[in-house]
C-alpha cells in the first residue's frame, strides 16, 4: 500500500472513531501505560516508578518485569506486614507525582466522552476535565468495602472518571497486591458489589463503542473482566491502542485470536505523539464555527421558562444531552436529582413540581416508554394533563415529544408531537417554548419575569 493511500485510510479511521466519540456513547479506556508524568522524556509509567520505589525501600532487586507492580506490593507487604502502610505510600507517591495531566490528556479531555474508565489510580484525566472547563465526577469500584461515593448521571460537560482498580483516596479500595487482585476479580464476578448503575447503563447500550489505550490486553484476568462488563458484543467493534510492549509479547497472536469474532477488539499501534491531537483536531474541525448563527433565536429577557423532562429510566443518556442542548438554548431544565432534598417524599414532590414549579413538561416519548406498562411516568403524565386542562388556551404547558419514529401514548394522540431526530426538531421544540414564554409575558408580565 503507498503512503498516500495508507494516510487516507488512517484519516478516514480517525473520521469514524471521532464520530462515536460525538454521539456521546464511546467510552474512553485508559490504562497505565499513559500514565506517565508530563516532564518525563522517557515515559515511565507510574507503576513502574511505583514498583521501583517500594523494592528499593526495603532492599529489593526484582527477578520480574519492572512493570509488575502488583508483585512489587507483594514483596513489600510480606515484609513489612503492614497493609495501611503500604496503602499510605502508594497513596504519598500519586499524591506527590501524579499532579500535571500530559499533553495526550488534555487533548481527550477536550473531547465529549461521557465515561472514562480508568485502569489506574491517578487524577491525570480528572484533572483535564477540570481545565477543559468541564465539572468531573470520580468514582471507583470498591472490592474490599463495597462502598462507593453516590454518582449523577455523566455527560459530557460532566464526565465520570471510573476507577476499576479503586482510588487513593479511599486506600481499603485500592487493588495492589496479588492477593488483593483475585479477590478483586471474585468480587467483579460475584457481583458484590456490583458496577454503580451510572456506569452499566453506559456500558451496556449496544449502540456503546469503547476506545482502550495502552491498557495492556496480554493480561489473563482482563478477558474475566470485560466480560462482567459487557464490553462484548456491541453494535461497533472496540478499537485498542497498544505500545510496543503489547506487540512484542510472546502470547500476542494468542490474545489477538482470543479477541475476534463476537469479541472483535482491533488492536493498533499506539503513537503517542501526536494521536489525541489529530483527534482533536478532527473533532474540532467538524463542529460549527462559534460565529455561526445561532440553532434558534436568542432566548427572552428575565427569568428563563423552566421545564420538566418525563422519560422512561432506559433513556436517560440521550435525555441527560437533551437537557444540556435545551440549556444552551436558554430553557432551564428542572433536574431531579439535584433539586429534590434528601427525605423529600418523591411522589409528593413530584406532583408539586409539576403542578407549581415548572413552567412546560415535556414528554419523551421512546419505543422504551412504550413497552412499559409501569414507571414513574404515567404519574407524571397524570398530573401533567391535569394542569394541561387548566391551562387558558391558546398557552401550553405539556410538550409531547419524540426521539425518532415511534407510535404515541394514547393519552397525548391529540397533541402536538415533534421529532427531535429530525434535522430542526429541537429547534422546534425550543421555539415553541420560547413564544409561548413571550406571549405569558405579554399577557401577564409580572408572572414571567421574576425569580
Given at each position: 500500500?503507498?503512503?498516500?493511500?495508507?494516510?487516507?485510510?488512517?484519516?478516514?479511521?480517525?473520521?469514524?472513531?471521532?464520530?462515536?466519540?460525538?454521539?456521546?456513547?464511546?467510552?474512553?479506556?485508559?490504562?497505565?501505560?499513559?500514565?506517565?508524568?508530563?516532564?518525563?522524556?522517557?515515559?515511565?509509567?507510574?507503576?513502574?516508578?511505583?514498583?521501583?520505589?517500594?523494592?528499593?525501600?526495603?532492599?529489593q532487586q526484582p527477578d520480574f518485569a519492572p512493570s509488575n507492580l502488583r508483585r512489587a506490593a507483594e514483596l513489600y507487604y510480606h515484609q513489612r506486614k503492614d497493609r495501611a502502610e503500604l496503602e499510605l505510600v502508594v497513596g504519598d507517591f500519586y499524591r506527590r507525582t501524579a499532579t500535571t495531566p500530559t499533553d495526550?490528556?488534555?487533548?481527550?479531555?477536550?473531547?465529549?466522552?461521557?465515561?472514562?474508565?480508568?485502569?489506574?489510580?491517578?487524577?491525570?484525566?480528572?484533572?483535564?476535565?477540570?481545565?477543559?472547563g468541564k465539572s468531573p465526577q470520580r468514582g471507583y469500584y470498591d472490592f474490599s468495602r463495597g462502598r462507593t461515593p453516590p454518582l449523577s448521571v455523566p455527560a459530557s460537560s460532566k464526565p465520570?472518571?471510573?476507577?476499576?482498580?479503586?482510588?487513593?483516596?479511599?486506600?481499603?479500595?485500592?487493588?495492589?497486591?496479588?492477593?488483593?487482585?483475585?479477590?478483586?476479580?471474585?468480587?467483579?464476578?460475584?457481583?458484590?458489589?456490583?458496577?454503580?448503575?451510572?456506569?452499566?447503563?453506559?456500558?451496556?447500550?449496544?449502540?456503546?463503542?469503547?476506545l482502550f489505550l495502552g491498557f495492556g490486553f496480554q493480561n489473563w484476568y482482563?478477558?474475566?473482566?470485560?466480560?462482567?462488563?459487557?464490553?462484548?458484543?456491541?453494535?461497533?467493534?472496540?478499537?485498542?491502542?497498544?505500545?510496543?510492549?503489547?506487540?512484542?509479547?510472546?502470547?500476542?497472536?494468542?490474545?489477538?485470536?482470543?479477541?475476534s469474532g463476537d469479541?472483535?477488539?482491533?488492536?493498533?499501534?499506539?503513537?503517542?505523539?501526536?494521536?489525541?491531537?489529530?483527534?482533536?483536531?478532527?473533532?474540532?474541525?467538524?463542529?460549527?464555527?462559534?460565529?455561526?448563527?445561532?440553532e434558534t433565536r436568542p432566548p427572552p429577557t428575565g427569568r428563563a421558562p423552566k421545564v420538566f423532562l418525563s422519560y422512561a429510566s432506559e433513556d436517560r443518556s440521550e435525555v441527560e444531552a437533551l437537557a444540556g442542548r435545551l440549556e444552551s438554548n436558554g430553557v432551564d431544565v428542572w433536574q431531579d436529582k439535584q433539586d429534590l432534598r434528601a427525605g423529600d417524599n418523591w411522589r409528593r414532590v413530584l406532583l408539586d413540581v409539576i403542578g407549581r414549579r415548572v413552567d412546560y413538561f415535556v414528554v419523551i416519548q421512546t419505543p422504551a416508554m412504550l413497552s412499559r406498562d409501569e414507571?414513574?411516568?404515567?404519574?407524571?403524565?397524570?398530573?401533567?394533563?391535569?394542569?394541561?386542562?387548566?391551562?387558558?388556551?391558546?398557552?401550553?404547558?405539556?410538550?409531547?415529544?419524540?426521539?425518532?419514529?415511534?407510535?404515541?401514548?394514547?393519552?397525548?394522540?391529540?397533541?402536538?408531537?415533534?421529532?427531535?431526530?429530525?434535522?430542526?426538531?429541537?429547534a422546534a421544540l425550543v421555539q415553541s417554548i420560547q413564544e409561548d414564554w413571550r406571549q405569558r409575558r405579554h399577557d401577564d408580565p409580572g408572572s414571567a419575569a421574576g425569580s
Open positions: 500500500m503507498d503512503d498516500a493511500r495508507q494516510f487516507e485510510n488512517e484519516l478516514r479511521d480517525v473520521r469514524v472513531l471521532v464520530e462515536r466519540i460525538k454521539r456521546g456513547d464511546c467510552v474512553l479506556v485508559l490504562g497505565p501505560r499513559v500514565a506517565v508524568r508530563a516532564d518525563d522524556q522517557a515515559r515511565t509509567p507510574f507503576d513502574e516508578l511505583l514498583a521501583r520505589e517500594l523494592l528499593e525501600s526495603i532492599g495526550l490528556h488534555r487533548d481527550l479531555a477536550a473531547l465529549p466522552f461521557r465515561l472514562c474508565v480508568s485502569a489506574s489510580p491517578d487524577d491525570l484525566m480528572f484533572a483535564a476535565f477540570e481545565a477543559a465520570l472518571v471510573y476507577h476499576l482498580y479503586g482510588h487513593y483516596d479511599a486506600p481499603s479500595s485500592l487493588v495492589l497486591t496479588e492477593g488483593d487482585l483475585i479477590d478483586f476479580v471474585v468480587s467483579v464476578v460475584r457481583g458484590t458489589p456490583s458496577l454503580p448503575d451510572e456506569v452499566r447503563s453506559v456500558l451496556s447500550d449496544p449502540s456503546a463503542s469503547f482482563l478477558r474475566v473482566l470485560l466480560q462482567v462488563m459487557n464490553i462484548y458484543g456491541h453494535r461497533s467493534k472496540a478499537i485498542a491502542f497498544e505500545d510496543d510492549q503489547f506487540f512484542e509479547h510472546p502470547e500476542r497472536e494468542q490474545t489477538v485470536s482470543f479477541f469479541r472483535l477488539i482491533d488492536f493498533r499501534p499506539f503513537r503517542r505523539q501526536g494521536f489525541a491531537k489529530q483527534l482533536r483536531e478532527v473533532y474540532e474541525a467538524s463542529m460549527p464555527k462559534k460565529d455561526a448563527p445561532a414507571g414513574v411516568f404515567h404519574h407524571e403524565i397524570e398530573a401533567a394533563l391535569q394542569r394541561q386542562g387548566g391551562t387558558r388556551p391558546p398557552l401550553r404547558f405539556l410538550l409531547p415529544v419524540t426521539l425518532g419514529e415511534c407510535p404515541l401514548l394514547p393519552t397525548l394522540r391529540d397533541f402536538h408531537v415533534i421529532d427531535l431526530s429530525k434535522p430542526q426538531g429541537l
